[in-house]
Structures are given as C-alpha cells and as structure tokens.
Nanobody, 119 residues
Framework: QVQLVESGGGLVQPGGSLRLSCAAS????????LAWYRQAPGKQRELVASITSGNTKYADTVKGRFTISRDNAKNTVYLQMNSLKPEDTAVYYC??????????????WGPGTQVTVSS
C-alpha cells in the first residue's frame, strides 16, 4: 500500500512560481506512473502532468510553464510551476499508479494541497 502527501501549496501572485512536493511512503515497487492532477471549484479533476521512467507529458494549458520531476531515492515527485496564472488556482493532487496494458489496477491519491494564484 502507498500513501502520498502533498506540500508546497499556498498563495502566490500571477507570474510567480511555486514548487509542489509529494512524499510517498509504503511499497513503490509496482508503481510505474507518477502524476499531478488538479481540481478547481466547479470543475472536473484534470491531469496536469505525468512522469514515467522514460517520458513526461503535460496538459496543453501548462506546457512550457510547469515541470514534473522525481527523485526515486527520496520517493518524492515534484511539480515546479512557473508563470502562474489565476486559472491555475485549484487543489493539486499527487497520483501514483500501476499501469499495465492500459489499465490501472493500483491507484493512489494524496489529500491535495491548495494553490491560489491571485493579486
């Protein structure tokens, strides 16, 4: 079983930067995809970025501004957010999953951390 805890959220002005961290505990041996999702009030949860052993991908809305990375030795995944916009305001969730053949038999979520971009 895997437990995830996000940190680093807060209030930032438009154009500012913030780095989110997700610390994982438990057995990560079966996890092959790490990701960040976000959910704004009144909106569906959306995939922001994901990372595997050989690839990263981003939502079109954050390409060029956000960077996902991981430190396997520390069991931590990060989301560096630059040039933040008010529309980036949301609760950000860390996600870890085992993906095989297009299915995810094991999926874990953190409790989320609030990011507010406002002047």
């Amino acid at each position: 079983q895997v437990q995830l805890v996000e940190s680093g959220g807060g209030l930032v002005q438009p154009g500012g930067s913030l780095r989110l961290s997700c610390a994982a505990s438990g057995s990560m041996s079966s996890i092959n995809v790490l990701a960040w999702y976000r959910q704004a009030p009144g909106k569906q949860r959306e995939l922001v970025a994901s990372i595997t052993s050989g690839n990263t991908k981003y939502a079109d809305t954050v390409k060029g501004r956000f960077t996902i990375s991981r430190d396997n030795a520390k069991n931590t995944v990060y989301l560096q957010m630059n040039s933040l916009k008010p529309e980036d305001t949301a609760v950000y969730y860390c996600n870890a999953a085992t993906v095989v053949g297009g299915t995810s038999p094991y999926v874990y979520w953190g409790p989320g951390t609030q990011v507010t971009v406002s002047s």
